[in-house]
């Protein structure tokens, strides 16, 4: 169980995922630039479900087009081809993959921790996620070499019958 | 030898692609499926020496994959490199006989220590 958990230590954990894989998958240096609610811009970028069992989490890493596009281009090992660039698709598909692998880091962490967290699919959104009432949203600016981004969490406890109403 | 490398992720089997290159695995043979249906029909066709495979993936997952396999007396080396790893999944990999489940992500070292007994 972890309801006890705040959404700033979800956000502690989602950001120690994140430098792992910015450090291995990514091969580069990470850090985080700042703290603070999320605002209701538009962004481009992945999300990705999370649940335990008693809390609905949704966590995305988000930026501009050409934040992920550069993203993608690190992932896929394709810095030093400035001719070559990869397609949307591609893009969606590498950046869903980073989030893939940040949830896994974040499942590999809480499961550790006595308790059980299942992982979603990971989606791509052009657009702003918008909180309901009964979610809460933090965010923090993380920087992968010197390419800026945004990870972004929300989160909702679950009811007793395990649904969100 | 022949290695199937099998994802819904384009851009994970590059990456895996890239990391056998990285370790020295360059002299094998490789092939792609997009997910566990693909997958197995491949490997009914083309007899891969080693399968690596994602868990989590439309059609067929990895694990209903390797358990078909065995069920069919398939006899193919299977490991998982997969972003998920429970106890519970680390448990019904090793039950189906597969040989490693590697989690991603996973640094060029790690990847290289464990493919290693596999395909030298």
């Not at chain 1, 169980?1 to 959404?7: C, K, T, V, Y």
């Not at chain 2, 080396?77 to 597969?98: I, K, L, N, W």
């Amino acid at each position: 169980m972890n309801g006890d958990f705040s959404l700033e230590q979800w956000l502690d954990v989602a950001l120690e995922a994140t430098g792992e894989v910015a450090t291995t998958a990514l091969g580069g240096e990470f850090r985080v630039t700042h703290l603070e609610p999320p605002d209701p811009s538009i962004r481009t970028g992945a999300y990705i479900p999370l649940r335990s069992a008693d809390q609905s989490l949704l966590v995305g890493l988000l930026g501009t087009e050409s934040t992920c596009r550069k993203l993608a281009r690190t992932l896929l090992g394709m810095e030093d081809e400035p001719e070559g660039d990869p397609s949307d698709p591609d893009v969606a598909d590498a950046v869903g993959e980073i989030v893939n692998m940040l949830a896994g880091g974040i499942q590999r962490r809480m499961n550790g921790n006595d308790s059980r967290v299942e992982l979603g699919l990971p989606i791509f959104v052009r657009g702003a996620i918008l909180p309901t009432r009964r979610m809460e949203a933090t965010m923090a600016g993380v920087v992968f070499d010197d390419v800026e981004a945004e990870l972004l969490m929300f989160r909702e406890p679950l009811t007793a019958r395990g649904d969100h109403r | 030898m022949k290695i199937l490398v099998v994802d819904d992720s384009k851009a994970m089997r590059m990456i895996v692609r890239r990391a056998l290159r990285q370790a020295g695995f360059d002299g094998h043979s490789v092939e792609e499926a997009s997910d566990g249906k693909e997958a197995l029909a491949a490997i009914q066709r083309s007899r891969p020496d080693v399968v690596l495979t994602d868990w989590n993936m439309p059609e067929m997952t990895g694990i209903e994959m390797l358990e078909a396999l065995r069920e069919q007396n398939i006899d193919v080396r299977v490991g998982f490199v997969t972003s998920q790893s429970t106890p519970e999944m680390v448990q019904r990999a090793r039950d189906a006989g597969a040989l490693f489940l590697l989690a991603k992500p996973f640094t060029p070292d790690r990847f290289k220590a464990v493919l290693e007994p596999v395909l030298q």
